[in-house]
């Protein structure tokens, strides 16, 4: 079945480091890819999107690009900040089936100034 | 952007007990809500899908006796834990399929989640 396995954390940078979370997935069909940002004390925020193959997301100067080849949507940013620190979800939905969505398991980010 | 909210934060109880736990779209009419638990360092699973007016469509090895849940309303929607049991302690995390204003497309949008502590 679809699944998404992403890099475990605590990831801990200095404040304008780059940041990679790895994000790798599983799936039969044609995904849409995703990637969710859940600061302390709120829900999931969608952060960017790719709904198809050699797709690039951004916003907000990150970035990740749907990779079918090596089935990774991995997330970057090339200067991070303190305001960054949170945890990052990955997640695919089945685009048959708008419904389904299968998360990693979160990659909480600290970043320090 | 579109708030979801849920209600409570975080709830204790006893063992046998019954919690309900609300789930709130504040500026838009949600079509369709989905309920997830999520185990410490583990991803979110899907639990059930609820669309108003009807019954929710549960995941396999879910429980629709354990987990009640109920679509009253295009904004709100309410899950209860029946006879609660220490197993059943997790996070549990609401998000609403909607769109703000016309002719915008449909997402989802996620609740705060609320924590689920039982004794």
């Known amino acids: 079945g679809d699944s998404v396995t992403q890099m475990e954390g605590p990831v801990t940078l200095s404040e304008e480091a780059f940041l990679t979370i790895n994000c790798t997935y599983t799936?039969?069909?044609?995904?849409?890819l995703f990637w969710y940002v859940q600061y302390p004390g709120e829900g999931l925020q969608l952060l960017l999107k790719a709904t198809k193959a050699d797709d690039k997301g951004s916003n907000k100067g990150f970035e990740a690009t749907y990779r079918k080849e090596t089935t990774s949507f991995h997330l970057e940013k090339g200067s991070v900040q303190v305001s960054d620190s949170a945890v990052y979800f990955c997640a695919l939905s089945d685009r048959d089936n708008f419904n389904k969505f299968y998360f990693g398991s979160g990659t909480k980010l600290n970043v320090k100034p | 952007g579109a708030v979801v909210s849920q209600h409570p934060s975080w709830v204790i109880c006893k063992s046998g007990t019954s919690v309900k736990i609300e789930c709130r779209s504040l500026d838009f009419q949600a079509t369709t809500m989905f309920w997830y638990r999520q185990f410490p360092k583990q991803s979110l699973m899907l639990m059930a899908t609820s669309n108003e007016g009807s019954k929710a469509t549960y995941e396999q090895g879910v429980e629709k006796d354990k987990f009640l849940i109920n679509h009253a309303s295009l904004t709100l929607s309410t899950l209860t834990v029946t006879s609660a049991h220490p197993e059943d302690s997790s996070f549990y995390i609401c998000?609403?399929?909607?769109?703000?204003?016309?002719?915008?497309?449909?997402?989802?949008?996620f609740g705060p989640g609320t924590r689920l502590l039982v004794l």
């Open positions: 998000s609403a399929r909607g769109s703000q204003g016309w002719g915008r497309f449909e997402t989802q949008y």
């Open positions: 799936a039969t069909g044609y995904p849409s």
